[in-house]
């Protein structure tokens, strides 16, 4: 329990204390995030939060964890350090896509292969719960695992939400991960929380600094890799054990709702339209708040609020239902939300279209 803590406490203070000097640092090299079209902010801002939230969670989950209970920490560090040079080299000198994914991939598949970070099921979903090989599962891994990370990033559209939401998912599976004593886990989960609380300090509005690719993809890996060992550890528990869920994958989609779901609506609705998934707009949920009328506090506080529903809402359903019917009910819950919200977004445009008219 102490470690835990400590590393919590750890994390935040060294988080806490270096953003001011990387602020300076950013500024003096003319390090800015700069508007654009699709921007939420209108001033130049520095983007290399993500340094200290690396720095702070990495150096707190090494000095508090138990190596003699985490034998593959050292691989884990190793993916963390790839999406480091990523994140950084991008929010300094702008990459190809092509090339963060290679390096997003060799991240997932260290993180595979050398940690065991890895969905060995489909845990009862679609009636399948093995079976299907270990190439399968495998492929199945890496791809949440990207699938995850790139959430994070596209979610990092306003100040404060990516933050927010990551330091709410990675607290609510460290609990678990605390209450099932897989304490090597807790520690990666409230370390990554502390460096992130510290680090929103500095990013509610007014901003002063933005977590850029290096944070966000530094949240997105820890998360990925604390909903794949949620899923995968919580099946295999005895099923009289208090803390175990029914329907796990469920759960997790329920607790990963925001930017899941986000992702996910966004890619399909740019390919229905006939552009690339990965082709930037104003699409994301953020962006429609924002176009409604809200602040950017105001926007991030109703997400984050709506993410804690959905969370206390799977953790009471899971009991009555199965893995299909909560599955469902969630995505129903989410895309009516979206369709609500939408209609306002047309409505407060037409309204404003007949003001000029």
Avoid at 81 to 105: E, T
Avoid at 181 to 209: H, M, Q, W
Avoid at 329 to 345: E, K, N, S, Y
Wanted: aromatic share 12%.
């Amino acid at each position: 329990m102490y470690s835990i803590f400590l590393g919590f406490l750890t994390a935040f203070t060294m988080t806490y204390f270096a953003i001011p000097s990387i602020i300076g640092i950013a500024r003096d090299k003319h390090l800015f995030d700069e508007p654009n079209d699709r921007s939420s902010h209108t001033v130049r801002t520095p983007s290399l939060g993500g340094i200290a939230i690396f720095a702070g969670a990495i150096f707190s989950i090494v000095l508090w964890t138990p190596f003699s209970d985490f034998g593959s920490l050292q691989y884990t560090l190793c993916a963390f350090i790839i999406i480091f040079l990523i994140g950084a080299k991008d929010d300094i000198a702008p990459m190809s896509p092509f090339n963060k994914m290679v390096g997003q991939v060799l991240a997932a598949s260290i993180l595979v292969f050398k940690s065991e970070i890895q969905l060995t099921g489909l845990y009862g979903v679609l009636g399948i719960h093995e079976g299907l090989g270990n190439t399968f599962y495998i492929l199945l891994s890496i791809f949440t695992i990207l699938v995850i990370i790139n959430a994070f990033n596209l979610i990092d559209g306003i100040n404060g939400l990516a933050g927010s939401i990551g330091a709410l998912i990675a607290a609510t599976l460290g609990c678990w991960f605390f209450l099932a004593d897989r304490i090597e886990f807790a520690i990666i989960a409230f370390c990554t929380t502390g460096s992130v609380v510290a680090f929103l300090k500095y990013n509610y509005t007014p901003a002063r600094i933005f977590m850029g690719d290096t944070g966000s993809l530094m949240i997105g890996i820890v998360c990925a890799i604390l909903v794949i060992k949620f899923i995968d550890l919580n099946y295999y528990l005895p099923s009289n054990t208090p803390y175990k869920f029914n329907a796990s994958p469920a759960v997790a989609v329920g607790i990963m709702i925001l930017p899941l779901f986000d992702t996910i609506r966004v890619f399909l609705t740019r390919i229905i339209r006939g552009r690339s998934p990965f082709h930037a707009d104003r699409r994301h949920i953020h962006h429609l708040l924002i176009d409604n009328g809200f602040s950017h506090m105001q926007a991030t506080t109703i997400l984050v609020l709506v993410n804690v529903c959905f969370i206390v809402f799977v953790f009471a359903a899971h009991q009555v239902m199965g893995v299909h019917q909560l599955l469902l009910c969630v995505l129903a819950i989410a895309t009516g939300l979206t369709l609500w919200l939408h209609g306002r977004v047309h409505l407060r445009k037409g309204r404003g279209i007949q003001r000029s008219i």
